[in-house]
């Protein structure tokens, strides 16, 4: 989750979690989002079912009351927009500033989530998990921060998914060569026992006499006997 309510953060932060595909918070920080967590997806939750098309939530609706509930919808998008699909508390935080971020921090503490966080000179940098000393204020040096946090998210999505892959496939090819190994195992024991026995009589490379449908043999015996 990544945290940037102040100004010159809100902008950097929101394009960087897009890019990395991760939740963001650039508009106040309610108290409780991460400590009263039930209650922020019922919000989310009631967010969800004022924008959903065809509604029957404004039908049989005044005008003033449709106005009441169009201000709550965008109220709640505002506060909500960048964790509307967290379906559950986050692994980590990125904090921009350290200090101005400090209700954040203490609840993810409480919670015992790690925080990584930008911390200036007026910040103690043992209130977070992985402190990264730099200057908070600077627009330039927060793209610099974020932009390679979310690369570094990129890039462990990639390994993780590559080694995925490979165990997919592994597991493919184990099932596979199981497959064939039981396909061999019922094709010799289907195979009717008279042709194994005649196949071990004439062997590969022996040629067996081809007779004709109704040719009498019984003569080219007899003179074979005699």
């Not at 965008?74 to 509307?84: E, F, M, P």
């Not at 490379?205 to 003569?219: A, K, Q, R």
């Amino acid at each position: 989750l990544f945290v940037g309510t102040k100004k010159q953060a809100q902008d950097i932060v929101q394009q960087e979690a897009d890019k990395c595909g991760m939740f963001y918070i650039v508009e106040r920080w309610l108290g409780g989002t991460l400590t009263n967590f039930s209650t922020i997806k019922k919000s989310i939750k009631r967010l969800k079912m004022l924008e959903k098309e065809g509604s029957n939530l404004y039908e049989n609706l005044t005008k003033k009351e449709t106005q009441m509930l169009n201000r709550e919808r965008v109220k709640l998008a505002d506060q909500h927009r960048g964790i509307k699909d967290m379906r559950r508390l986050p692994d980590a935080i990125i904090v921009v500033d350290a200090q101005y971020e400090d209700t954040a921090i203490r609840e993810a503490k409480r919670l015992d989530i790690p925080v990584i966080a930008i911390v200036d000179s007026n910040t103690d940098p043992n209130k977070v998990d992985y402190p990264i000393p730099a200057n908070d204020d600077s627009i330039r040096t927060i793209q610099l921060i974020i932009a390679a946090l979310a690369d570094a998210v990129n890039e462990a999505h990639g390994a993780a998914a590559d080694k995925d892959k490979k165990k997919s496939e592994k597991n493919i090819k184990a099932k596979v060569a199981a497959q064939l190994a039981t396909d061999g195992e019922v094709k010799k024991e289907s195979v009717p026992e008279e042709v194994v026995k005649v196949a071990a009589e004439n062997p590969v490379g022996e040629e067996t006499p081809e007779v004709l449908d109704g040719e009498d043999v019984s003569e080219d015996t007899t003179q074979e006997e005699e």
